[in-house]
Protein backbone atom coordinates (compact mmCIF):
# COMPACT_ATOMS: atom_id res chain seq x y z
CA UNK A 1 0.00 0.00 0.00
CA UNK A 2 1.39 3.44 -0.91
CA UNK A 3 1.42 6.25 1.27
CA UNK A 4 -0.39 9.48 0.43
CA UNK A 5 1.76 12.35 0.66
CA UNK A 6 1.22 15.22 3.76
CA UNK A 7 3.31 17.88 5.32
CA UNK A 8 5.77 17.16 6.69
CA UNK A 9 5.00 18.08 10.37
CA UNK A 10 8.34 19.66 10.92
CA UNK A 11 7.74 22.42 8.18
CA UNK A 12 3.83 22.66 9.13
CA UNK A 13 3.05 25.72 10.98
CA UNK A 14 5.61 27.54 13.00
CA UNK A 15 5.16 30.45 11.14
CA UNK A 16 1.00 30.70 10.90
CA UNK A 17 0.81 30.70 15.17
CA UNK A 18 -1.27 27.31 15.27
CA UNK A 19 0.69 25.77 17.61
CA UNK A 20 0.63 26.38 21.20
CA UNK A 21 2.97 28.85 22.69
CA UNK A 22 3.82 26.38 25.05
CA UNK A 23 2.55 22.62 26.09
CA UNK A 24 2.42 21.79 29.80
CA UNK A 25 3.88 18.60 30.48
CA UNK A 26 3.76 16.53 33.27
CA UNK A 27 6.94 18.44 35.08
CA UNK A 28 7.84 21.55 33.09
CA UNK A 29 6.51 23.19 29.76
CA UNK A 30 7.45 22.76 26.18
CA UNK A 31 8.09 26.12 24.43
CA UNK A 32 6.82 26.35 20.34
CA UNK A 33 10.48 26.09 18.81
CA UNK A 34 10.26 22.56 20.27
CA UNK A 35 7.17 21.77 19.14
CA UNK A 36 5.41 20.38 15.82
CA UNK A 37 2.27 18.64 14.35
CA UNK A 38 1.41 15.15 14.42
CA UNK A 39 0.43 14.09 10.88
CA UNK A 40 -3.21 12.69 10.20
CA UNK A 41 -2.74 9.54 8.16
CA UNK A 42 -5.39 8.08 5.42
CA UNK A 43 -6.30 4.59 5.42
CA UNK A 44 -2.65 3.25 3.72
CA UNK A 45 -1.02 3.17 6.79
CA UNK A 46 1.16 0.27 6.63
CA UNK A 47 4.40 1.82 5.29
CA UNK A 48 3.52 5.62 7.63
CA UNK A 49 3.60 3.11 11.01
CA UNK A 50 7.21 1.83 10.10
CA UNK A 51 8.10 4.95 9.10
CA UNK A 52 6.80 7.27 11.42
CA UNK A 53 6.42 4.76 14.29
CA UNK A 54 2.77 6.15 14.32
CA UNK A 55 -0.26 6.49 12.38
CA UNK A 56 -3.15 8.77 13.29
CA UNK A 57 -6.17 7.74 11.68
CA UNK A 58 -8.92 10.67 11.56
CA UNK A 59 -12.57 9.53 11.90
CA UNK A 60 -11.94 5.81 12.13
CA UNK A 61 -14.89 5.79 14.48
CA UNK A 62 -17.81 6.51 14.22
CA UNK A 63 -18.37 10.11 16.24
CA UNK A 64 -21.49 8.98 17.67
CA UNK A 65 -20.12 5.68 18.79
CA UNK A 66 -17.12 7.76 21.07
CA UNK A 67 -19.36 10.15 22.43
CA UNK A 68 -21.65 7.47 23.61
CA UNK A 69 -18.39 5.77 25.19
CA UNK A 70 -17.69 9.18 27.03
CA UNK A 71 -21.70 9.42 28.63
CA UNK A 72 -21.55 6.26 29.53
CA UNK A 73 -18.23 6.83 31.33
CA UNK A 74 -18.88 10.01 33.03
CA UNK A 75 -22.67 8.92 33.75
CA UNK A 76 -20.62 6.31 36.60
CA UNK A 77 -19.02 9.50 38.69
CA UNK A 78 -22.32 10.95 39.23
CA UNK A 79 -22.37 11.87 43.12
CA UNK A 80 -18.28 12.16 42.94
CA UNK A 81 -17.86 15.71 42.54
CA UNK A 82 -16.02 15.16 39.47
CA UNK A 83 -17.87 16.85 36.80
CA UNK A 84 -19.10 20.56 37.11
CA UNK A 85 -22.68 20.72 38.54
CA UNK A 86 -25.22 21.60 35.75
CA UNK A 87 -23.27 20.23 32.91
CA UNK A 88 -23.87 17.09 30.58
CA UNK A 89 -21.90 13.45 30.74
CA UNK A 90 -21.10 14.13 27.49
CA UNK A 91 -19.49 17.48 28.13
CA UNK A 92 -17.62 16.38 30.69
CA UNK A 93 -16.61 19.71 32.51
CA UNK A 94 -14.31 19.34 35.36
CA UNK A 95 -15.66 20.46 38.82
CA UNK A 96 -13.22 23.48 39.19
CA UNK A 97 -14.29 23.74 43.00
CA UNK A 98 -12.91 20.62 43.92
CA UNK A 99 -9.39 19.61 44.84
CA UNK A 100 -7.76 17.82 41.61
CA UNK A 101 -5.72 15.16 43.61
CA UNK A 102 -9.79 13.84 44.71
CA UNK A 103 -10.51 13.07 40.74
CA UNK A 104 -6.81 11.95 39.38
CA UNK A 105 -6.83 9.21 36.52
CA UNK A 106 -4.71 6.35 35.59
CA UNK A 107 -1.67 7.41 35.18
CA UNK A 108 -1.97 11.14 37.11
CA UNK A 109 -2.02 9.59 40.56
CA UNK A 110 -5.11 7.57 40.57
CA UNK A 111 -7.76 8.86 42.48
CA UNK A 112 -7.62 10.07 46.18
CA UNK A 113 -10.84 8.79 47.37
CA UNK A 114 -11.58 5.46 47.91
CA UNK A 115 -15.31 5.51 45.65
CA UNK A 116 -14.16 7.81 42.70
CA UNK A 117 -11.23 5.20 42.66
CA UNK A 118 -13.66 2.17 43.04
CA UNK A 119 -15.99 3.20 40.40
CA UNK A 120 -12.68 4.06 38.31
CA UNK A 121 -11.58 0.30 38.25
CA UNK A 122 -14.97 -0.97 37.99
CA UNK A 123 -15.26 0.73 34.65
CA UNK A 124 -12.89 -1.05 32.89
CA UNK A 125 -15.18 -4.22 33.48
CA UNK A 126 -18.61 -2.78 31.94
CA UNK A 127 -20.19 -4.01 28.83
CA UNK A 128 -20.58 -0.91 27.85
CA UNK A 129 -16.29 -0.45 27.49
CA UNK A 130 -16.15 -3.95 26.58
CA UNK A 131 -18.22 -3.22 23.20
CA UNK A 132 -16.68 0.02 22.58
CA UNK A 133 -13.21 -1.62 22.61
CA UNK A 134 -14.20 -4.41 20.10
CA UNK A 135 -15.58 -1.87 17.71
CA UNK A 136 -15.51 -3.57 14.25
CA UNK A 137 -13.72 -0.69 12.28
CA UNK A 138 -10.48 -0.70 14.94
CA UNK A 139 -10.18 -4.48 14.85
CA UNK A 140 -10.33 -4.74 10.99
CA UNK A 141 -7.95 -1.51 10.79
CA UNK A 142 -5.59 -3.38 13.26
CA UNK A 143 -5.73 -6.70 10.99
CA UNK A 144 -5.50 -5.06 8.06
CA UNK A 145 -2.83 -3.00 9.05
CA UNK A 146 -0.42 -5.27 10.69
CA UNK A 147 -1.39 -8.22 8.06
CA UNK A 148 -2.97 -10.71 10.78
CA UNK A 149 -5.58 -12.86 10.33
CA UNK A 150 -6.77 -12.40 13.99
CA UNK A 151 -5.82 -10.29 16.51
CA UNK A 152 -5.86 -10.73 20.29
CA UNK A 153 -6.47 -7.41 22.40
CA UNK A 154 -5.03 -7.73 25.93
CA UNK A 155 -7.49 -7.48 29.15
CA UNK A 156 -5.46 -4.99 30.26
CA UNK A 157 -6.52 -2.19 29.16
CA UNK A 158 -6.68 1.37 30.66
CA UNK A 159 -9.11 4.08 30.50
CA UNK A 160 -7.35 7.58 31.56
CA UNK A 161 -9.62 10.61 32.62
CA UNK A 162 -6.86 13.83 32.74
CA UNK A 163 -8.59 16.78 34.57
CA UNK A 164 -7.31 20.02 33.82
CA UNK A 165 -4.64 21.42 36.41
CA UNK A 166 -4.02 17.49 37.20
CA UNK A 167 -1.00 15.53 36.69
CA UNK A 168 -0.48 13.58 33.67
CA UNK A 169 1.24 10.34 32.38
CA UNK A 170 5.01 10.94 31.94
CA UNK A 171 7.47 10.05 29.56
CA UNK A 172 8.15 6.23 28.57
CA UNK A 173 7.84 3.93 25.36
CA UNK A 174 5.23 1.11 26.03
CA UNK A 175 7.89 -2.04 26.03
CA UNK A 176 8.91 -1.06 29.25
CA UNK A 177 5.18 -1.65 30.57
CA UNK A 178 5.28 -5.34 28.50
CA UNK A 179 8.62 -6.88 28.88
CA UNK A 180 7.09 -10.38 29.56
CA UNK A 181 6.99 -11.52 25.97
CA UNK A 182 9.50 -10.95 22.88
CA UNK A 183 6.43 -10.25 20.01
CA UNK A 184 5.73 -7.71 18.12
CA UNK A 185 2.51 -5.75 19.95
CA UNK A 186 0.25 -2.53 18.71
CA UNK A 187 -0.86 -0.34 20.70
CA UNK A 188 -3.79 1.98 19.84
CA UNK A 189 -4.73 5.52 21.71
CA UNK A 190 -8.09 6.73 21.20
CA UNK A 191 -9.63 9.96 22.49
CA UNK A 192 -12.74 9.44 23.77
CA UNK A 193 -13.91 12.82 22.59
CA UNK A 194 -12.62 16.12 20.94
CA UNK A 195 -9.06 17.05 22.52
CA UNK A 196 -7.90 20.32 22.13
CA UNK A 197 -3.64 20.67 21.78
CA UNK A 198 -3.39 21.86 24.97
CA UNK A 199 -6.09 19.54 26.16
CA UNK A 200 -4.08 16.60 27.78
CA UNK A 201 -3.59 14.22 24.56
CA UNK A 202 -0.66 12.93 23.82
CA UNK A 203 2.66 14.12 22.48
CA UNK A 204 5.57 11.77 20.54
CA UNK A 205 8.71 12.23 20.00
CA UNK A 206 9.65 12.67 16.46
CA UNK A 207 11.56 9.48 14.97
CA UNK A 208 12.21 8.43 18.40
CA UNK A 209 11.65 4.18 17.72
CA UNK A 210 14.93 3.71 17.10
CA UNK A 211 15.59 5.87 19.99
CA UNK A 212 13.50 3.46 22.56
CA UNK A 213 15.23 0.58 21.12
CA UNK A 214 18.62 1.77 21.96
CA UNK A 215 17.35 2.58 25.65
CA UNK A 216 15.88 -0.72 25.91
CA UNK A 217 19.12 -2.44 25.00
CA UNK A 218 20.88 -0.42 27.19
CA UNK A 219 18.44 -1.13 29.91
CA UNK A 220 18.56 -5.18 29.24
CA UNK A 221 22.32 -5.25 29.23
CA UNK A 222 22.47 -3.75 32.71
CA UNK A 223 19.81 -6.45 33.41
CA UNK A 224 21.67 -9.16 32.14
CA UNK A 225 22.30 -10.56 35.79
CA UNK A 226 18.99 -9.71 36.87
CA UNK A 227 16.25 -12.83 38.44
CA UNK A 228 13.83 -13.36 35.71
CA UNK A 229 10.88 -11.38 37.53
CA UNK A 230 13.20 -8.28 37.70
CA UNK A 231 14.61 -8.24 33.90
CA UNK A 232 11.08 -7.56 32.98
CA UNK A 233 10.14 -5.23 36.01
CA UNK A 234 9.48 -1.89 34.64
CA UNK A 235 10.16 -0.93 38.26
CA UNK A 236 13.56 -2.51 38.42
CA UNK A 237 16.73 -0.41 39.59
CA UNK A 238 17.66 0.84 36.41
CA UNK A 239 14.21 2.19 36.23
CA UNK A 240 12.66 5.19 37.84
CA UNK A 241 10.31 4.52 40.79
CA UNK A 242 7.27 4.83 38.24
CA UNK A 243 8.28 3.13 35.23
CA UNK A 244 8.45 6.31 33.09
CA UNK A 245 11.83 7.70 31.49
CA UNK A 246 11.35 11.07 32.83
CA UNK A 247 8.27 13.75 33.54
CA UNK A 248 10.10 16.77 32.21
CA UNK A 249 10.94 17.02 28.55
CA UNK A 250 13.56 19.05 28.85
CA UNK A 251 15.03 16.56 31.63
CA UNK A 252 14.75 13.48 29.37
CA UNK A 253 16.85 15.17 26.59
CA UNK A 254 19.55 16.52 28.46
CA UNK A 255 19.36 13.05 30.80
CA UNK A 256 19.72 10.71 27.04
CA UNK A 257 21.97 13.19 25.24
CA UNK A 258 24.25 10.36 25.74
CA UNK A 259 22.43 7.89 23.98
CA UNK A 260 21.64 10.06 21.14
CA UNK A 261 25.28 11.40 20.87
CA UNK A 262 26.50 7.62 20.80
CA UNK A 263 24.24 6.48 17.98
CA UNK A 264 25.22 10.08 15.84
CA UNK A 265 21.72 11.83 16.07
CA UNK A 266 21.02 14.99 16.49
CA UNK A 267 19.36 17.46 18.98
CA UNK A 268 17.04 17.99 15.69
CA UNK A 269 15.33 14.56 16.56
CA UNK A 270 14.19 15.95 20.02
CA UNK A 271 10.79 17.50 18.60
CA UNK A 272 7.65 16.71 20.60
CA UNK A 273 4.73 16.32 18.07
CA UNK A 274 1.18 17.49 19.11
CA UNK A 275 -2.45 17.23 17.27
CA UNK A 276 -5.90 18.79 17.75
CA UNK A 277 -8.20 15.61 18.13
CA UNK A 278 -11.60 14.71 17.64
CA UNK A 279 -14.01 12.04 18.85
CA UNK A 280 -13.16 9.21 16.25
CA UNK A 281 -8.97 9.64 15.63
CA UNK A 282 -6.87 6.65 16.20
CA UNK A 283 -3.51 6.94 17.04
CA UNK A 284 -1.78 3.40 16.75
CA UNK A 285 2.27 3.12 17.51
CA UNK A 286 4.97 1.39 17.49
CA UNK A 287 5.98 -0.30 21.28
CA UNK A 288 9.52 1.67 21.44
CA UNK A 289 7.81 5.09 20.48
CA UNK A 290 8.38 7.45 23.19
CA UNK A 291 5.39 9.47 23.95
CA UNK A 292 3.74 11.06 26.87
CA UNK A 293 0.68 12.78 27.93
CA UNK A 294 0.68 16.75 28.33
CA UNK A 295 -0.89 18.46 31.60
CA UNK A 296 -4.88 19.47 30.48
CA UNK A 297 -4.99 23.17 30.50
CA UNK A 298 -8.34 23.05 28.17
CA UNK A 299 -9.67 26.82 28.27
CA UNK A 300 -13.31 25.04 28.19
CA UNK A 301 -12.30 22.71 31.13
CA UNK A 302 -12.92 19.91 29.47
CA UNK A 303 -12.11 16.41 31.07
CA UNK A 304 -9.52 14.20 29.06
CA UNK A 305 -10.81 11.12 28.08
CA UNK A 306 -9.12 8.41 26.77
CA UNK A 307 -8.33 4.68 26.08
CA UNK A 308 -5.53 2.27 25.77
CA UNK A 309 -5.39 -0.57 23.89
CA UNK A 310 -2.46 -3.17 22.97
CA UNK A 311 -3.03 -5.91 20.42
CA UNK A 312 -0.82 -9.20 19.54
CA UNK A 313 -1.05 -11.17 16.29
CA UNK A 314 -3.02 -14.41 17.83
CA UNK A 315 -0.16 -16.65 16.13
CA UNK A 316 2.56 -14.75 18.60
CA UNK A 317 -0.25 -14.91 21.99
CA UNK A 318 -0.89 -18.42 21.05
CA UNK A 319 2.54 -19.48 21.63
CA UNK A 320 3.15 -17.64 24.65
CA UNK A 321 5.20 -15.00 23.15
CA UNK A 322 2.76 -11.95 24.22
CA UNK A 323 3.36 -10.63 28.05
CA UNK A 324 0.74 -12.74 29.93
CA UNK A 325 0.69 -10.49 33.34
CA UNK A 326 -1.18 -8.30 30.79
CA UNK A 327 -4.21 -10.58 30.40
CA UNK A 328 -6.43 -9.31 33.19
CA UNK A 329 -8.29 -6.46 33.93
CA UNK A 330 -6.14 -3.23 35.58
CA UNK A 331 -6.49 -2.91 39.26
CA UNK A 332 -5.08 -0.55 40.97
CA UNK A 333 -2.35 -2.69 42.71
CA UNK A 334 -1.15 -4.56 40.01
CA UNK A 335 2.37 -3.12 40.30
CA UNK A 336 2.51 -2.92 35.65
Same mark, same amino acid.
Given at each position: ????????????????????? !???? #???????????? *? @????????? $?????????????????????? $???????? &??????????? +?????????????????????????????????????????? !????????????????????????? $?????????????????????????????????????????????????? +??????????? @?????????????? !????????????????????????? +? &????? @??????????? *??????????????????????? #? &? &???? !???????? $?????????????????? @????? #????
Amino acid at each position: MAAAAVDSPLEHSFENGLLPT !KLRA #NRGTIHQDRLGW *L @KPTPYEVRE $RLEHDGYVWIKGLLPREDVLEM $RRHFFSQF &DGTGLLKPGTS +HVDGIYNSNDDVTIHRGVGGGNPAGEEELRRLTEAHTTEGYE !KFTSHDRLRGMVRDIMGWKQEVMLQ $RTLLRHSVPGGDSTGIHYDRLFLRGGEAYFLTAWVPIGDISSTGGGLYYL +HDSVSLGEAME @KDYSERAKDFAPEQ !KINAFNQNMGATGYLADHPDHFTSE +H &DLVAK @KEGWSQDRYKW *LVGEFEAGDVILHHPSMIHGSCG #N &D &DPEG !KIRLSTDL $RFYDKADFDRGAADNRWT @KYWHV #NDQL
